[in-house]
């Protein structure tokens, strides 16, 4: 069983920063894919940004040259530094990962509140 805690969220003013924190604990490991997503109240859950282990990023869209993904494999966890916020990136953010044999597992989420 996995277990993804995330912590960094809160209030910031737009054109802040943020760094977002998931750490991963269970006996399985190592973990093939760690990533983020988000969810705004009444939208889907999208993909924010995931990183493979082998280092290959990937970007939504709307994130890309603003936010950046990390992963340190020795720690089990994976990081999301956000910067130059936006109001639309208000969302609750949720790490994720999957296994090498396909099993995936979310966190709890983490709200990001970004002000005007």
């Known amino acids: 069983q996995v277990q993804l805690v995330e912590s960094g969220g809160g209030l910031v003013q737009a054109g802040g920063s943020l760094r977002l924190s998931c750490a991963a604990s269970g006996s399985i490991f190592p973990f093939h894919i760690m990533a983020w997503y988000r969810q705004a109240p009444g939208k889907q859950r999208d993909m924010v940004a995931s990183?493979?282990?082998?280092?290959?990023?990937n970007y939504g869209d709307s994130v890309k040259g603003r936010f950046t993904i990390s992963r340190d494999d020795a720690k089990k966890s994976v990081d999301l530094q956000m910067n130059s916020l936006k109001p639309e990136d208000t969302a609750v953010y949720y790490c994720?990962?999957?296994?090498?044999?396909?099993?995936?597992?979310w966190g709890q989420g983490t709200q990001v509140t970004v002000s005007s």
């Open positions: 990183i493979t282990s082998g280092g290959s990023v």
């Open positions: 994720y990962t999957t296994l090498y044999n396909g099993r995936a597992y």
